[in-house]
């Protein structure tokens, strides 16, 4: 099994830049890939960005450009730096990782954007 545990987010105004962490222990040598995904009030959780072992990223549509995911390996640890900022970006936030099949996810950190 994979536990997670994500950084604090918060409140920040439009255009401003936020950056976020989760850090992951226990069977972290069967992580296939990382990535982030957000809750928005009202809605359904919503694929953010995904970093493979290779390297390889990918970003919702709405969010390249602005927001970054990146992977400390030795530090088991996944970033998520967000820029440019929008209230739409409001949601709550998760980290998940893939593990032999199964998904282990975050506890969820919450970023206000406000207008």
């Known amino acids: 099994q994979v536990q997670l545990v994500e950084s604090a987010g918060g409140l920040v105004q439009a255009g401003g830049s936020l950056r976020l962490s989760c850090s992951a222990s226990g069977s972290v040598d069967t992580i296939e890939y990382m990535a982030w995904y957000r809750q928005a009030p009202g809605k359904q959780r919503e694929w953010v960005a995904t970093q493979t072992n290779g390297g390889s990223r990918a970003y919702k549509d709405s969010v390249k450009g602005r927001f970054t995911i990146s992977r400390d390996n030795a530090k088991n640890t996944v970033y998520l730096q967000m820029n440019s900022l929008e209230p739409e970006d409001t949601a709550v936030y998760y980290c998940?990782?893939?593990?032999?099949?199964?998904?282990?996810w975050g506890q969820g950190t919450q970023v206000t954007v406000s207008s």
């Open positions: 998940a990782v893939d593990s032999r099949g199964s998904m282990y």
